[in-house]
C-alpha cells in the first residue's frame, strides 16, 4: 500500500532535521503513511505553484502504479507555471513568483527577510542574505523574469490567483475522480477558498463550489491553512519560513482521524 504526497517546500520537508535529497519522512503527510504502515513517497518540489503540483501529479499517476492514497497540500496563489518556448536547463516548465521576480533592489527584500533571523549567530544570518540575494540576482537574468515583469503588472490580481490555482485544483480533482484514485486536498492558505460572497466573479464562484465537494483537511477551530495554522499556533519557523518538526507533528496529530475516515469510505 502507498501513501503519494504532492505539494510545496512544506510537504518536501525542506528545513526539516531529516531532509535530503528532495524530501522528509517528518513532515505530516509521512507520519501519516508510518502511522498506517504504507509505503511513501513524494512528488513535492520546493517552489512548486499550484498548476505544477497538479501536473506532478498526473505524471506520476501516468507513469507508475496508482497510489493507494494521495495527499495534496496546495500551495500560495501567487505562484504561477509557464511553459517556455525552449528548455534552458532539463524542462521547458518554470515557475513565476511576485516576490523573487519583479523587485529591483534585492537588497529591499533581504532586508525585510533578515528579521526573521534576528535570533541567529551574525555568521549564518549573514550567510543566508548573501543566499537570497545571490538567487534573486540569478533569477532577475532569466527569461521568466522578463515575463513577471509583465505578469505582474497587468495581469495579476487577487482574482488572477484564485483563478488560476482553483482551475488546478478542480483539473486534478477531477482527473482522481475519473481515474478512481482516492485523495484528500489540504492547503497551506485558507484563501484558496474563499467564501463565494467574498468575490464577485461569477466563473470564480463557480469553481469554488466546485472544488468545496473534494475531501479538504483544514486545521485548528478557525479551519486554518498549514502555514496560517502553524504561525497562529506560535510554532517554531525555520530560516526560510517553513513550519518545522513540532507543527507537522501537531498537524498529523490533529488530521489522523480525517484520514481513517477518508480510507474508510475509500475501502482502504
Not at 466573479?201 to 475531501?215: Q, W
Request: one cysteine or more.
Amino acid at each position: 500500500m502507498l501513501l503519494l504526497s504532492a505539494g510545496c517546500s512544506l510537504i518536501s520537508g525542506y528545513e526539516l532535521s531529516d531532509w535530503n535529497q528532495g524530501h522528509s519522512l517528518k513532515v505530516w503527510p509521512a507520519l501519516w503513511a508510518n502511522s498506517i504502515g504504507y509505503d511513501y513517497r513524494t512528488v513535492a518540489k520546493n517552489g512548486l505553484s499550484n498548476e505544477s503540483i497538479a501536473r506532478e501529479v498526473i505524471h506520476y499517476c501516468e507513469n507508475n502504479t496508482h497510489p493507494d492514497m494521495i495527499a495534496v497540500q496546495w500551495t500560495y496563489l501567487c505562484r504561477y507555471e509557464i511553459r517556455l518556448n525552449y528548455a534552458v536547463q532539463g524542462t521547458n516548465f518554470k515557475q513565476l513568483s511576485s516576490w523573487s521576480y519583479i523587485v529591483d533592489d534585492h537588497d529591499v527584500i533581504v532586508e525585510r527577510m533578515s528579521s526573521r533571523w534576528a535570533d541567529l549567530p551574525e555568521e549564518e544570518q549573514q550567510k543566508l542574505k548573501k543566499g537570497i540575494k545571490d538567487h534573486l540576482e540569478e533569477i532577475s537574468k532569466s527569461a521568466e523574469s522578463r515575463i513577471a515583469n509583465v505578469w505582474f503588472e497587468l495581469v495579476n490580481c487577487r482574482e488572477t490567483e484564485l483563478y488560476h490555482s482553483l482551475r488546478a485544483v478542480n483539473y486534478l480533482k477531477n482527473y482522481l475522480e475519473n481515474k478512481k484514485i482516492n485523495y484528500i486536498f489540504s492547503m497551506s492558505e485558507e484563501i484558496l477558498l474563499p467564501e463565494e460572497n467574498a468575490v464577485t466573479d461569477i466563473y470564480i464562484k463557480d469553481l469554488i463550489k466546485e472544488v468545496r465537494t473534494a475531501p479538504w483537511i483544514l486545521f485548528g477551530e478557525k479551519n486554518r491553512g498549514f502555514t496560517r495554522w502553524a504561525e497562529d499556533q506560535k510554532f517554531k519557523m525555520g530560516p526560510h519560513y517553513h513550519p518545522l518538526e513540532d507543527a507537522h507533528f501537531n498537524a498529523y496529530e490533529l488530521s489522523k482521524d480525517k484520514l481513517q475516515t477518508a480510507l474508510l469510505k475509500s475501502g482502504c
